[in-house]
C-alpha cells in the first residue's frame, strides 16, 4: 500500500503519521500538488492519501478527485481538534485519528456536493442576506423544511445512506434534522457558507446531494 500525508497549514503532526512521506500545502491544498502526488499512488494498487487538516481542507481534495475521476483513491482524514465533518464521519482527532487513517479499512461512503460542484464535509450554512433572516422554501426529498423565513438552514453529509441531514434553525427551538439523497432550497436570495467558507456571492437557490459515486473513507 502506497500511503502518502497531506499536511494543510502547518497542522501539527499526531506521532503515528511523523514517519510518513509527508507534503506540504496551504490549508485550501493546492490541486497542482495533488496532481503531483496522484501518479506516486496510482504506482500501487491500493493508493491512500491522509489529509491532515480541518473540513475544507478535505472537501477540495475530495473535490478535485470527484472533478478529475479519481475517487479510487482511499483517503483517511485526521483533524487536531473535533470539526463537523469528524463527527458526521466518526473518524476521531489527533493520534487516535492517524492510526485509524493508517490501519483502518476503506469504505464506500456517500459523497455529498453541491450545484456549484463543491464536495461538503462537514456543514453549510444558509443565511439570508446582510444579517437578515433567510427567507424562501425548503424540501429534504418530498419532504417540506421550511416554507417562509427561517434564521437560517444547515447541512451535513450523513456517513451512512441516504447522505443528506438538513434542518431550519428557528431561534432556539431545538433542531429537527431530515435525512434524504438532496435538500434543496429557492430563495430571493441567500448567502452559503461551506464547511467554514463563505460564498462570495448572493444565491437565487442552492442544493446538497448525493454524487453518484462514492469516496473512499479510511475508518
Known sequence: MSTHVLRCDGAPV?????????????????????????????????????????DAGLAAVLTHLMRTERLHVEIGYVPIEKTYGSRAYQTGTGNAAAKRAIEGKATETPLIRDDTGKVLVGR??????????LEGEAYVDDTQLFSGK???????????????????????????????????????????????????????RSSFYR???PWLLVR
Open 14 to 54: 499526531p506521532i503515528a503519521l511523523a514517519a510518513l512521506p509527508t507534503t506540504q500545502t496551504a490549508a485550501i491544498p493546492d490541486t497542482g500538488q495533488i496532481d503531483e502526488l496522484l501518479p506516486v499512488l496510482a504506482a500501487d494498487s491500493l493508493p491512500r492519501l491522509i489529509v491532515l487538516g480541518e
Open 211 to 213: 454524487h453518484h459515486e
Open 150 to 204: 427561517v434564521t437560517a438552514m444547515h447541512v451535513s453529509p450523513t456517513l451512512e445512506l441516504p447522505g443528506v441531514r438538513a434542518t431550519a434553525q428557528r431561534g432556539i427551538r431545538r433542531r429537527r434534522w431530515v435525512e434524504g439523497r438532496a435538500a434543496q432550497l429557492g430563495t430571493p436570495g441567500a448567502v452559503v457558507t461551506r464547511d467554514g467558507i463563505r460564498g462570495e456571492r448572493t444565491v437565487p
Open 124 to 133: 453549510a450554512t444558509i443565511t439570508g442576506v446582510d444579517g437578515e433572516k
